[in-house]
């Protein structure tokens, strides 16, 4: 396993001097300043993308399983969290310190949820640098979350030869009459860009446009498999790929990865405001 502090080359990332892949001592009290935020264009550069003509819309959602504060007489309150991080922000955040921010409530006296939520919201949205929206729900309220399967095609039982495991853009292809599909694959691996360490998820194309070949689509989804970047660009590159060798006239690409240190990140991207998301779980989440 490649854990090098740059595993992508010299190339810079952003992320450099982050947490990731380092020991890092963990705070217990409220710790606003271990948030380490990354800008995105560092990525989107290698991509051509420009900060002022975004070809996409979308947010990153962020579901935290391990968040736990004290009530004002000292007793532990455990909550599940979600945080919506637009994909306009000028900056990202890196999971390893928000893991460490969100362990730094672990004993810190908070009035309530509703105290906590602030808190959150005001020091993401600083983080990330553009309003970020954030749910905190104890479990006390008997918070339910919804896991299925998407409402489309699975290409994972395509019979293909594959062996290329770097970003093969070149083997998506298009063509024929106009359809409107949902295709996916629970085969998408990636790694970190930092530690390498491996990062599983789902991917899910919906689009409207010429017929994508699925055999080639499938192909590319498992190129990623060796493939170092952090999950937002993955989804990133996945889209520009497919608006450039595809061209259809509406995508929505969205992941779903499986959570690492007590948080999952599920990135989405689409070609206008108005094409939903299926925000139901992926069945390993």
Known sequence: MNTSAN????????????PLGRAVAYRDTYAPELLFPIE??????ELGLKP??????????WNAYELSWLDPRGKPVVALAGFRVPASSPRLIESKSLKLYLNAFNQQQCTDADEVRSLIARDLSAAAGAQVAVSVEPLT????????????????????????YQPAPE?????????????YSHLLKSNCLVTGQPDWGMLVVRYTG??????????Y?????????????????????????????????????????????????ASREGLLVDERMEVRQ
């Open 221 to 269: 989804i498992v190129s990623f498999r060796g493939h170092n970047e952090f999950h937002e660009q993955c989804v990133e590159r996945v889209f520009c790929d497919l608006m450039a060798r595809c061209k259809p006239r509406e995508l929505a690409v969205w992941a779903r990865y499986t959570r690492r240190g007590g948080l999952d990140i599920n990135p989405f991207r």
């Open 171 to 183: 083997q998506l292809r298009a063509g024929g009459g106009e359809v409107t599909e949902t295709l």
């Open 52 to 61: 002022d003509a975004l070809p996409f819309v979308g947010e990153d959602l």
């Open 7 to 18: 595993p992508a080359g010299s190339r810079p990332h952003g992320a450099e001097s982050s």
């Open 210 to 219: 010429p017929a994508i070949e699925r055999e080639g689509l499938l192909r």
């Open 141 to 164: 309220l008997r918070p339910q979350r919804a896991s299925a399967y998407p409402d489309g095609i699975c290409l994972d039982g395509l019979e293909v030869d594959i062996d290329t």
């Open 40 to 45: 995105r264009q560092l990525k989107r550069d």
